[in-house]
């Protein structure tokens, strides 16, 4: 891999243990016969900076909802310990600002909903509450909670009785800056009461875009879109683009989660392995394989792979113990221990190894036999044989050369 962008200090070929940097990688253009294609680019967040009534450009405490999920990520900026973003205070009260960039035709154009921003605010203000050291005020301006998926309403429901979330259907119009870090926000109640409150910080709960990007796609491969740059595709024919031949599931087609997305990826590829059938199996290669040899008769000449696949083995068993420990058994001829045996380098490394030491048996200690059987049989190029030994990995409290 090569990162595209770098400043030639090359650190991060000595960070990576594997070796998969290579900074003399350059692009290529490929040019691919292909019978189907499935779209699949994804979205971009609103970008409420242009727009001033929600003060975003020049307040630090206003966030967008992408944001906020990173200031309460343990791996964020402040490994998980909420805090706002201007004099690092634990907030007191944080408001949540619905349909920021959707169901809007006044300012941003956008009259669509984006589907994902209630249950995701929702989720953020339980956690919001459950980082927060002291009691903290969440208050939710919406104006409808659109919970339409499985358990969703029960969520809500939780989130609003069990733990104290406030949920105002109300649009505020403008947010704006008490002079203290803090944030003034108006709105009038569902009993026409007009009302003031002042927040510690306020969230914008971001809509989903399809960028320029995707339009520049969607020209490229001259199919149709909507009138908000996304796919335009029929009620009864969900993932079909006006293409014969070219699908799109995920957000490109409309906004929506991650199970509505991964639904519509297999269906996308049910469509094109439909688009597909009259050409399954003409493109079939048969491996070959090189003529097996006769070890019947020969001294056993073994070799021991010990993977060490980071926490997963490493983690729990001695590997340079149980190495060690190997090379002491009758036959072993050649021992070693990897990183990571699975990979293609290692397997490539492997397959000299037995040709230069003339290996006739190989023991390979890594993951479970049953999906890596296939993987470890390719260097040794003898399907079905006998020869090659797969090993669970060892645990943690066993040591070798006990049973």
Known sequence: MSCGVCSECYQCVDACLAGAIDHEIQ?????????????????????????????YANHPNVVTSLEFERLLSASGPFQGHMVRPSDHREPQKIAWLQCTGSRDINACDHSYCSSVCCMYAV?????????????????????????????FDRYYL??????????????????????KDNLKLKYVTDAGELLEETFDMVVLSVGMVSGPQNLSLARTLDIKVNAHNFAATHDFFPVATSRPGIFVCGAFQ????????VMEASAAAACASETLSSARGSLTRTRSLPPEIDVSGQEPRIGVFVC???????????????????????????????????????QD???????????????????????????????????????????????????????
């Open 123 to 151: 989720k953020q203000t339980v956690i919001a509450k459950e980082h927060s050291p002291s009691p903290l005020d969440a208050a939710v301006f919406y104006m409808d909670m659109r919970t339409f998926g499985k358990e």
């Open 308 to 346: 060490n696949c980071g926490i997963n083995i490493g983690g729990v068993a001695d590997v340079p113990a149980v190495r060690d420990f190997a090379a002491t058994l009758p036959h072993v001829v050649h021992v070693e221990d990897n990183l990571f045996t699975c990979s293609q380098d290692t």
């Open 158 to 179: 939780r989130a609003k009785n069990d733990s104290g979330v406030r949920f105002i259907r109300s649009r505020v119009h403008t947010v704006e800056d008490d002079g």
């Open 27 to 55: 692009p290529e253009l490929l040019s691919l016969n292909v019978g189907a294609i499935i779209m699949a680019p994804g979205f971009s967040a609103f970008d409420p900076s242009p727009f001033s009534q929600y003060h």
């Open 254 to 261: 409309g906004p929506k989660d991650i199970p509505q997305s």
């Open 349 to 403: 490394k492997i397959k000299q190894v037995i040709i230069d030491n003339r290996l006739n048996r190989v023991v390979v200690a890594s993951c479970p036999p049953g999906p890596m059987n296939p993987c470890f049989r390719k260097p040794s190029g003898r399907q079905g044989s006998t020869n090659i030994f797969l090993k669970w990995p060892i645990s943690g409290t066993r040591t070798p050369g006990s049973t």
